[in-house]
């Protein structure tokens, strides 16, 4: 297995073109299902989760097309892509591929709204937490459909004549109920009106690109989607958004080695409430006309609190990066974890550089260290893993991070976009034993 090794002590200068957004080209990629003239979506990051999404809406008969290069085109923009799910062939999600990757499981929504009838694999928990789809369920079933669990599967049935609008208010908030209710009551007669939705900027970049398909969702952006059912949707081409988990990430990086780097592509408006808390640690941050500037430069970190929130408060896939800043800032910083129930499993990794971290409950306390020294670690999620590669971009010495398949999921060409910066980063090992 590909191991990446980090040898600390660089400041990053320069440039990081940011890339498309993951949590947004996923869902994407999953309202070509609800019309069978072709998507078209710009900037789509090369990630092995869009790999894996691929390979699943082929298995339902979606043809992809993937224009130009799939290598880095010139002007750093991802990849163009044409989804046209011209004919179903398959209303099953099966097992095997839904356990892959739990976003797979939100093709129940426009599987269900365009067929009538769907069956996909329960995607289970994973090493974050539980995670469970009752709010999804609940909110199919307000639309009318009959949904039956059977043999690991949720089976879901819409009624003769197709689903049915109506009013449903989300027990919490669920950046992936509010996607799929939203993309199956598109279709469905009648309006629809969701209470509570999530209002992340990738509900957003749905929202507007199934409007663009013809849909008629308003209240976009707040926690009330009005969604009036139409008969069909049309293709359209769509921009996926620059993905601001990356560019939080990267700001994080520079806070802890210290430079200046342009995040090329960022949009602030997307994660200011981390960018708030940075300020407040004492990196300089600054919006420029082709993205966000960050800067730090000889003065020391100082310790913040940070309660993690949904949009438009700390995301929380942020957490870890930022958990990761802390260590290194002057005090003792509070990080409560509001959203999932076991997001700390970097703290146990992050020790292993000499950090000085405890947690209770959902509340990890983190009392800054002089310094960090090299490790050998493990990733145990996406998230997690990028923030021990941040942390050996500030240790002293060697770190050597391992289990980076997680990495690969979310983050495109990370060791690339470090370098150029001046980092000393790279992957190591291909083909060694994990
Ligand atoms: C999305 O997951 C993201 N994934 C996650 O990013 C992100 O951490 C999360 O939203 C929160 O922002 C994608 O977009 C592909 P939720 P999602 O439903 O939709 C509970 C990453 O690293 N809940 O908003 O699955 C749930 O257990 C990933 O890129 C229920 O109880 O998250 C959690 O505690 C990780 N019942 C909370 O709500 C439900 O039916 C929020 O989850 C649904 C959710």
Known sequence: MARIRVIGGNQLNGSIPISGAKNAALPLMIASLLTEEPLVLNNVPRLADVSQLEKILA???????????????????????????????????????????????????????????????????????????????????????????????????????????????????????????????????????????????????????????????????????????????????????????????????????GGNVLLKGARPEHFSAAIDILRQTGVHLEAEEDGLRVVRNGNGLVSIDANIDTFPGFPTDLQAQFMTLMTRASGVSHIKETIFENRFMHVAELARFGADIRVEGQTATVTGVPELRGAQVMATDLRASVSLVIAGLAASGETIVSRIYHLDRGFERLEEKLSACGANVERIGVGYPD
């Open 59 to 257: 298995n339902h008969g979606v043809d992809i097309a993937v224009h130009g290069r799939r290598a880095l085109d010139e002007d750093d923009r991802g990849q163009r892509m044409t989804f046209t799910a011209a004919e179903i062939v398959d209303t099953c999600a099966p097992y095997e591929l839904v356990s892959t990757m739990r976003a797979s499981f939100w093709v129940i929504g426009p599987l269900l709204a365009r067929m009538g009838e769907a069956r996909v694999s329960l995607p289970g928990g994973c090493g974050i937490g539980t995670r469970p789809v009752d709010f999804y369920l609940q909110g199919l079933r307000a639309l009318g459909a009959e949904i039956d669990i059977d043999e690991g599967y949720v089976v879901a049935r819409a009624p003769k004549g197709g689903l049915i609008g109506n009013t449903f208010r989300s027990p919490g908030i669920s950046v992936g109920a509010t996607h799929v209710i939203m993309m199956a009551a598109t279709l469905a007669r009648g309006t629809t009106t969701i209470e509570n939705a999530a209002m992340e900027p990738e509900v957003t970049n749905l929202a507007e690109c199934l409007n663009a398909m013809g849909a008629r969702i308003s209240g976009i952006g707040t926690r009330t989607l009005v969604i009036e059912g139409v008969e069909r949707l049309h293709g359209t081409e769509f921009d996926v958004i620059p993905d601001r988990i990356e560019a939080g990430t990267f700001a994080m990086a520079v806070a802890m080695t």
